[in-house]
């Protein structure tokens, strides 16, 4: 009864999706409004039905309804009801019925909250957003049936992936989908401004928060993603240049430039057909993102293995939307008119820059990645691009960006002076090289890029401090004048200095941790100890335990400094005897500046364990930074200028033609 309600809904969702999609587009002699609130109605009858398809899979799997093929294959009786629920998205099939039902809530919140929207372009920017969900649930009914059923059922079964057994798992696709899936909108209001005829400071004002929203979820997405791989993996590390974990880098990259551009379009009239074709390019590197993880093209711990008929499903999406939405920009985008000149010195001219070496970036990103499937493709031999590739260029081009960062929003718009721009950041500048004479003093100048990027970091961070400080005038005018301009100081601005201030923090984690994490590999009985890094480590035991649905054993270790109790961990090597598969669970203890982290390994045979000891400093400030950008992000979207119209401006406005 549960798979025929939910592919029955599923059915409906599409045909409600069909017409969404169509009625906006076929010439009618009934007026907008009309037209607007039926494709409003069809948002939210899309979204029911999806919910209700979405809630009948989740049932299954926490009734543990083995019926259905895709519950029996990525669940178990005696499996904890977390994972039960986190097993509903934790496989191919779910986790695209997750996707198409975050599409159907970004959909009906534009019905829902655009009334501020024109009519027109309200209605055909959620008609394109109809025409993804259409291929999506087309993708997912024809190819991804989460209610396929068996003939006969087992009574236990298989479980899910041990190494998706996590609370950090559990929560990490939906946020990286809210990412994804956000930047849906931005290509939907794209092709529909296209379509309409019209970019101009308003267009840009409505498109802005979903972009923000977007980037906000991937931002904790990505983050939590680096944080379940350091404390799950045991090999120590956050970031590994997975193509997977590209994958979802490339978007956020573009994500963050389409932002920036979207601001020079508001408050300059500026950048229009740039920003328009990022809008088209951001989902497209989502889309190709999935494609990676559900093609088959790639092994990894993040990808769905599958067949490959799905990945050419995907590979049609991704040619359609993408193939036709750039062929109508070829032929719109020429008509646009650009917005007032800028000097070379502005805050226009700094975006500018901040877009080129994001797009830089991230297409480095995409050549890394795609690289080895193209020459594996062509019957080269297989080779793999790892971090050496990206040192030597990522970091390069992105460094300028950092660099940039404090001064750019320091500019004013239209014209400036760079001198002015930087005496107003001289402190900034001061305490980075302050900063950096510090570190290559007490490292006895072996740690010159560090000393560098750690420099470069405190001037990101006193720089958006600054900009604050001058914005509300401290110490410039009365301390009561300097209350009043805090209390009316747009969110969006404190938003802009908390997301630039992560940033700072983040660069300061990984050039600490990059630098200066130690690590030591021995093979221990229980009573014996090693050194690291000023502190020393002793097994205390090793004893049996049962879990819930695993056996494991875990290691007792205590850690100590100078002869005085630092802390007592525990890491365990968890076997899950239905999927016959082992998995580690660190120890890790944070002062939120460096991790001491345990991790213990294989026995010998001899009454010996593998234990991998690790130092990490500065390594939380990786978290914290990223989660701070996601906060400032959030800050930024409870402006409630971005829930007005922008206001109207007579002239400069970029037009083109009305589509005829």
Not at 18 to 45: N, Y
Request: hydrophobic share 50%.
């Amino acid at each position: 009864m549960i798979a025929q309600i939910g592919y029955f809904a599923l059915l409906l969702a599409l045909l409600i999706s069909l017409m969404q999609a169509v009625a906006p587009f076929v010439p009618l002699k009934r007026k907008d409004p009309a037209i607007a609130a039926f494709v409003d109605q069809a948002a939210f009858g899309q979204l029911v039905f999806i919910i209700i398809a979405f809630s009948s899979l989740t049932y299954a799997f926490v009734i543990s309804d083995f019926s259905l093929s895709v519950v029996a294959a990525n669940s178990h009786t005696t499996k904890p009801l977390l994972y039960k629920v986190s097993g509903v998205w934790g496989n191919h099939e779910g986790s695209m019925l997750l996707w198409v039902l975050i599409l159907a809530v970004f959909g009906a919140a534009v019905a829902l909250f655009g009334d501020n929207i024109p009519d027109r372009l309200r209605s055909k920017t959620l008609g394109v957003h109809a025409m993804i969900a259409v291929g999506f649930l087309a993708f997912v009914i024809m190819t991804s049936n989460p209610f396929a059923t068996l003939a006969e059922p087992p009574a236990d079964g298989n479980g899910l992936n041990p190494i998706l057994q996590d609370p950090g798992l559990a929560i990490h696709p939906p946020f990286l989908y809210l990412g994804y899936v956000g930047f849906s909108m931005a290509f939907s209001f794209s092709v529909a401004a296209l379509i309409e005829g019209r970019v101009d400071a308003c267009w840009a004002r409505w498109v802005r928060p979903w972009v923000l929203a977007a980037w906000c979820f991937l931002t904790i997405g990505i983050a939590l993603g680096s944080a379940w791989a350091y404390y799950t993996l045991g090999w120590g590390g956050w970031w590994f240049w997975d193509p997977v974990e590209n994958a979802s880098l490339m978007p956020w990259l573009a994500g963050t430039a389409l932002l920036h551009s979207a601001l020079v379009v508001e408050r300059r009239s500026t950048l229009v057909s740039w920003t328009i074709l990022l809008g088209i390019l951001t989902f497209s590197l989502s889309l190709i993102g999935t494609f990676l993880v559900r093609s088959g093209v790639l092994t990894s711990v993040h990808a769905f293995a599958q067949d490959p008929s799905r990945g050419e499903f995907v590979l049609l999406l991704i040619f359609l939307s993408t193939g036709g939405s750039l062929a109508l920009y070829a032929i719109r985008a020429p008509k646009l008119k650009t917005g007032s000149s800028f000097s070379i010195i502005s805050r226009e001219s700094g975006l500018v820059l901040n877009n080129v070496l994001l797009s830089a970036v991230a297409f480095t990103v995409l050549l890394g990645t795609f690289y080895p499937l193209v020459i594996d493709m062509i019957g080269g031999d297989k080779i793999s691009v790892g971090p050496p590739y990206y040192a030597l260029t990522f970091v390069p081009i992105a460094t300028p960006l950092l660099l940039v960062m404090a001064l750019g929003p320091a500019l004013k718009w239209k014209r400036d002076d760079l001198r002015a721009a930087f005496s107003r950041l001289k402190l900034a500048a001061i305490g980075g090289v302050v900063g950096a004479v510090v570190i290559m003093g007490l490292t006895f100048g072996h740690n010159v890029l560090t000393a560098f990027f750690m420099a470069v970091a405190i001037w990101i961070i006193v720089g958006s401090m600054l900009l604050l400080a001058q914005r509300v005038r401290l110490g410039f005018a009365p301390f009561s004048t300097s209350l009043k301009l805090i209390g009316t100081t747009p969110r969006a601005f404190y938003g802009l200095v908390i997301a630039h201030a992560g940033i700072g923090i983040l660069v300061a984690g990984i050039a600490g941790m990059s630098t200066w994490a130690t690590e030591k590999i021995d093979l221990m009985r229980p009573g014996q100890a090693i050194e690291l890094s000023g502190y020393e480590l002793r097994l205390l035991s090793i004893d049996d335990v049962q879990g819930p649905n695993y056996e494991a054993e875990r290691g007792s270790f205590e850690i100590t400094r100078n002869g005085r109790l630092v802390t007592q961990l525990h890491s365990e090597r968890r076997f899950y005897p239905v999927r016959q598969q082992q998995t580690t669970a660190a120890g890790i203890r944070t002062n939120l500046i460096s991790n001491l982290y345990v991790a213990l390994g294989e026995s010998d045979g001899g009454g010996r364990w593998t234990v991998r000891f690790y130092y990490h400093p500065f390594m939380p400030l990786v978290w914290i930074g990223a989660f701070t950008m996601a906060f400032g992000g959030f800050v930024s979207l409870s402006d409630r200028r971005f829930r007005v119209g922008a206001p109207k401006r007579s002239a400069r406005l970029p037009v083109m033609a009305p589509a005829q």
